[in-house]
């Protein structure tokens, strides 16, 4: 059996509030009416990233991720606390990426500069549309017009490493209308897109209460085309499922996640993975989810929300779960040393979705056709232990 090797290292922190919450978000974001408790939360963030140190030491960590909620809901001094604790206690890899997630609806004037002076080098913003109507519907709390200017005022304050998030099949959402918003984003030259599919997730408003005039999915198929038409058209190089760029401008951070990387989750609900080249395990941790909760047990033990060994049965699910969102795919050498198992273990599994045309195989390197990538869950839920 090959040995386990540990992959590269991630940190991911999570900032769990936001101004409203949107009907379509699943993620663990919780509406603040009352002034944050920032000092609260940076101490909480610092204890719990002390508790997991014993999991990562000697280990450099080579991208940092503010996700939420909004995490632009805290000023820049907060964000460079929370990094200098990090570093403090963390060795840093040369460059790394850090990424923060901002809202357009929260940016203010002269704060970017701010952002990048604290150490913060990539700015993520959930934009989702550029027609007002459909930002309406999606319950976000800012225009077109706001989110244009937050993208321009990041830009001004010398960010060049930008994300735009967008969606599509939204409710109403017609060929024309798509076209537009990829249209738009593209005039902001930013250097990467996630572009993506309105679900309805459980557990939201649009869940339990559906919007009315949601596109088919044959319709949403063709809209996916046309983005993609799009942004190949304007040098994007499509290289994950709903993910974009341009040359050299790919997420770092997300790639770890996708190549089956490690990384520790700091933060309310925050997730974790962790591979262990000295006994061969692979743990999961995830963080207490409520904010209050979180708060009050981050001293102690049970801030843990859970912890999970992934058994050698599940290791192959759980690894094409994210390999198999990636256009370039894994080679059989990365799924040995990461999961530790051999390639005897998926062999059936790959015969049959080679046959059924989802998978190719070119030397060590397994790749999703194009077929394949339209029915990702498909491929994906193949690799279920049995």
């Known amino acids: ?38 000092d609260d939360y940076i101490a909480a963030l610092t204890d719990d990233l002390e508790q997991d140190l014993p999991l990562v030491w000697g280990r450099s960590i080579h991208s940092v991720f503010f996700g939420g909620g909004t995490p632009s809901l805290f000023p820049p001094d907060a964000i460079e606390r929370i990094l200098d604790a990090c570093r403090a206690r963390l060795k840093f890899a040369p460059n790394a990426e850090v990424t923060m997630e901002c809202n357009p609806g929260t940016a203010e004037h002269g704060r970017f500069e701010n952002y990048l002076n ?41 960010y060049k490493n ?47 209460k559906p919007p009315p005039n949601l596109p088919d ?28 760029a341009k040359s050299g401008m790919q997420c770092a951070h997300n790639l770890n996640y996708w190549r089956y990387g490690d990384y520790l989750g700091i933060g309310a609900g925050a ?25 009050q047990h981050a001293k102690t033990e049970k801030r843990i ?12 699910f759980d690894f094409m779960l994210n390999a198999l969102r990636l256009s370039e795919g894994f080679s059989i050498k990365d799924f040995e040393v990461r999961t530790g198992l051999e390639r005897a273990a998926i062999e059936k599994k790959l015969s049959h979705a080679k046959l059924m045309g989802w998978l190719l195989e070119q030397g060590d390197v397994i790749i999703p056709t194009e077929f394949g990538q339209r029915f990702s869950n498909d491929v994906m839920a193949l690799f279920l232990a049995d």
Not at 217 to 244: C, K, T
Not at 271 to 295: C, V
Request: net charge negative.
């Open 1 to 38: 059996m090959p040995a386990l090797i540990p992959p590269p290292l991630s940190l991911y922190i999570h900032i769990p509030w936001c101004v409203r919450k949107c009907p379509y978000c699943d993620f663990n974001s919780h509406q603040q009416k009352d002034a944050l408790p920032i």
């Open 118 to 158: 604290a150490g913060v080098n990539r700015l993520s913003f959930g934009i989702q549309s550029f027609n007002d109507d459909c930002l309406k519907t999606l319950g976000r709390i800012h225009d077109s017009n706001e989110a244009e200017a937050a993208v321009k005022m990041a830009q001004d304050a010398g």
């Open 162 to 208: 930008i994300n735009l998030d967008l969606m599509f099949a939204l409710p109403g959402q017609d060929i024309a209308m798509a076209r537009h918003d990829v249209e738009r984003a593209m005039a902001l030259s930013p250097t990467h897109l996630s572009y993506y599919h309105l679900t309805l997730e459980p557990n939201t408003v649009f869940a339990a």
């Open 217 to 244: 999915e044959d319709a949403a198929w063709s809209l996916q085309e046309q983005g993609q038409a799009i942004l190949a058209e304007h040098g994007f190089r499509q290289y994950e499922i709903s993910a974009y």
């Open 271 to 295: 997730h974790g993975k962790i591979s262990s080249g000295a006994s061969g395990e692979i743990l999961r941790r995830w963080k207490l989810k409520n904010p209050r909760d979180y708060l």
């Open 305 to 316: 929300g859970g912890d999970e060994y992934v058994t050698m049965e599940n290791r192959p």
